[in-house]
């Protein structure tokens, strides 16, 4: 899978962009606030139908104008995609097509997919959960978007029932009403949380090869999937469905306390290990790094045994934060099979590369492409 070429209109700092990309590697150079990550922000916006940084799209509109658009041209297994995006904000309409026809999200979700990759993410392994949770969660869309839906209706219900729990308080008839939010809070819980086990199990298997590689055979990463319920490992939804409601009612005495939900997946949580010790507890910056890394190889691996072809991987700043032996382990890897977008802003740094590369010098929201300096 490749993104061939991009065109902007009024996309962040950009007031329009027309660029051809290589299929291999692509190295975006230059220097602090000159729109290296909008133009990596904008590829990924493509692929996944909004952006990594802000849910907020009027922020995605260059200062000063009303509406942005941003097209591409891709290429996956299947032939060659126009994809586009354009939204109004005066209007907030937002409006996403495949080959100028608008389709739902759902459908767009399939034609392009990215792995990112930002200093944002070292904050998944030290962070709170939902960060995790949220890493396993867009891994999962990719995949299965209508998973993106079941997740909104759980949190849809939880919402209710948490306010069902805190009125019951000052009105007891409401009591009767919690049952029927158990059932649907269970089922819709159990199949989040086989799906998130099944991938983080996956996700495991992939992160711990990529993450031997990358540490030289010194360590040995595992994921685990730490969840509120106690349930079996090869639980199906049904069973998982019962431990939850069986859950919920031995927890109900604390929820009307507190006035929330307590079990659930929405109290999930991934553990990172190396070497059986919490990487969020003991993990050092360098470890930090690989495990990310090893994380986000594993994302790729796993697009690409789901999908038949590899997703395209964005770099933004953290390339050059590698030392040497990775960064040249990592580009021997990718060479010739994963179109790479790196940015950063002390190229030189990028390593030897024996595929074919372009090399961009953004300024000031405008691109020259460039002699490559690798
Ligand atoms: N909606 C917008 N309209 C115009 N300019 C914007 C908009 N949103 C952000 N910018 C500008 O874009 C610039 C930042 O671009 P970007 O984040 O891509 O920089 P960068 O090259 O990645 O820098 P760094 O190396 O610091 O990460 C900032 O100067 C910011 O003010
Ligand atoms: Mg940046």
């Known amino acids: 899978m490749r993104i061939d070429s991009l065109s902007l209109k009024n996309w962040r700092n950009y007031s329009r962009l027309q660029l051809g990309f290589d299929r291999n590697l692509n190295i975006i150079a230059g220097a602090n606030g000159q729109g290296k990550t909008n133009l990596l922000e904008a590829i990924s916006y493509l692929a996944n139908g909004r952006s990594f940084r802000t849910r907020n799209e009027d922020e995605l509109v260059r200062f000063g104008e009303i509406n942005l658009s941003a097209a591409a041209t891709v290429k996956n297994r299947r032939g060659e995609y126009k994809v586009s995006i354009s939204f109004s904000a005066p209007s907030r309409s937002k409006e996403i097509s495949v080959n100028g026809v608008a389709v739902a999200r759902s459908v767009f979700l399939g034609n392009f997919n990215t792995v990112l990759f930002t200093p944002g993410d070292l ?6 959960p939902q960060l995790r949770r949220r890493f396993v969660d867009e891994e999962i869309i990719k995949l299965f978007p209508v998973y993106e839906q079941q997740l909104g209706m759980y949190h849809q219900v939880l919402r209710q029932r948490n306010f069902l729990l805190k009125n019951i308080r000052f009105n007891k008839d409401k009591w009767s009403e919690l049952s029927g939010w158990d059932e649907q809070l269970a089922r819709l819980g159990a199949s989040i949380m086989v799906r998130r086990r099944a991938t983080i199990h996956r996700l495991g298997l992939l992160a711990r090869l990529a993450h031997r590689r990358l540490s030289g055979g010194t360590e040995e990463l595992d994921l685990g999937y730490l ?20 859950a919920l009612r031995k927890s109900k005495e604390e929820e009307l306390r507190l006035g929330q939900t307590l079990v659930g997946p929405h109290r999930d949580d991934l553990a990172l290990r190396i070497n059986g010790k919490e990487a969020r507890i003991f993990a050092s910056q360098g470890q930090l790094r ?39 382990m990592l580009l021997l890897a990718l060479e010739g099979k994963v179109q790479t977008f790196v940015s950063g802003t002390e190229p030189e740094k990028i390593g030897r590369y024996n595929g074919t590369c372009s090399f961009f010098t953004v300024e000031g929201g405008e691109v020259i492409p460039t002699e490559p300096a690798v």
Do not use: H
């Not at 090893?294 to 038949?308: C, I, P, Q, S, V």
């Open 123 to 128: 904050l998944m392994v030290k962070g709170p």
């Open 227 to 246: 969840s509120s319920l106690p349930v079996r490992e090869d639980a199906g939804e049904e069973e998982t469905g019962n431990a939850m409601l069986l």
């Open 290 to 328: 690989t495990l990310v890394l090893a994380l986000k190889l594993a994302e790729l691996e796993l697009l690409r045994a789901e999908t038949g072809e590899y997703p395209v991987l964005l770099f933004d700043d953290v390339f050059s934060e590698l030392d040497g032996r990775r960064r040249q």
